[in-house]
């Protein structure tokens, strides 16, 4: 149920049976041989499979996130802490002055963490409305699915789907050593690049589509959970 499908009229009937909206979180930074735009295409993508079933609203993708780790590879582009922060203020402070009460943050990139803390903290301030962080591929649920088929990294075969494959753009049909999440927690974004070299991650680049599709379906049900039973009991 993407947001823009519908007019203010409809939105406004839906707010007198229901009180949900998921809000998806993504980045726009490099993604080796796949587009910049992975995390927020995958997730809004995500989000709408998964909310249609409930009839709850989707807005359309956040493309940008915090990402100054892949800030020394260009097509990344990054908010600064204090920007996303505001940013997600006013799109909260709107969605609640409309009547939105339960609302999803769904972050497709590991780098918007931080929008977990800030959650808890605007949901304390707001004590008859309710935020959920929740991860779409980060989430550990989602993610020891992935790894108990393949080793996965940043960019690798677990996010490889057709929405985000550039048309001429071959794919490696080999696997890469795993870059160590250790090494690059203190990298410079210089650094960060070395390491990475085309940007993966690590693990196989592509392997038969049924395994990221299990992934993917894991995902999907997992948010739909949530979206159900994810709740406070007083809501």
């Known amino acids: 149920m993407k947001l823009w499908d519908h007019t203010w009229m409809q939105v406004e009937k839906y707010l007198e049976h229901d009180d949900r909206v998921v809000v998806p979180l993504g980045s726009t930074e490099q993604h080796a041989y796949l587009s910049v735009g992975t995390d927020a295409i995958l997730c809004e993508k995500g989000a709408v499979e998964a909310a ?26 990054g908010l600064r802490m204090a920007t996303y922060v505001a940013l997600l203020t006013d799109v909260l402070d709107a969605l609640y002055g409309q009547g939105f009460r339960r609302i999803v943050l769904l ?3 590991g780098g918007n963490a ?15 409305a309710e935020v959920m962080f929740h991860g779409w591929f980060t989430d550990p649920r989602v993610w020891s699915v992935a790894t108990g088929l393949a080793e996965a990294g940043h960019a690798s075969w677990v996010e490889n789907f057709a929405d985000v494959r550039i048309d001429g ?12 999440p250790a090494a690059l927690q203190t990298a410079s ?5 070395e390491l990475l070299g085309d940007g993966s991650g690590g693990g196989a680049y592509q392997l038969e589509q049924h395994y990221a599709d299990k992934v993917w379906a ?13 709740w406070n009991a007083r809501k």
Do not use: N
Not at 52 to 66: D, I, Y
Not at 169 to 180: D, N, Q, R
Not at 189 to 193: K, S, Y
């Open 52 to 77: 249609r079933s409930e009839g709850v609203p989707v807005l359309p993708v956040l493309p940008f996130g915090l990402t100054p780790l892949f800030s020394a590879f260009p097509g990344t582009v």
């Open 107 to 109: 972050s497709g990139h």
């Open 114 to 128: 931080p929008a977990a803390q800030f959650g808890q903290e605007w949901g304390a301030a707001h004590a008859d």
């Open 169 to 180: 753009v071959g794919i490696p049909a080999g696997a890469k050593p795993l870059v160590p």
């Open 189 to 193: 974004p210089e650094h960060a690049r």
């Open 218 to 230: 894991t995902a999907v049900a997992l948010l739909r959970e949530q979206l159900r039973f994810g």
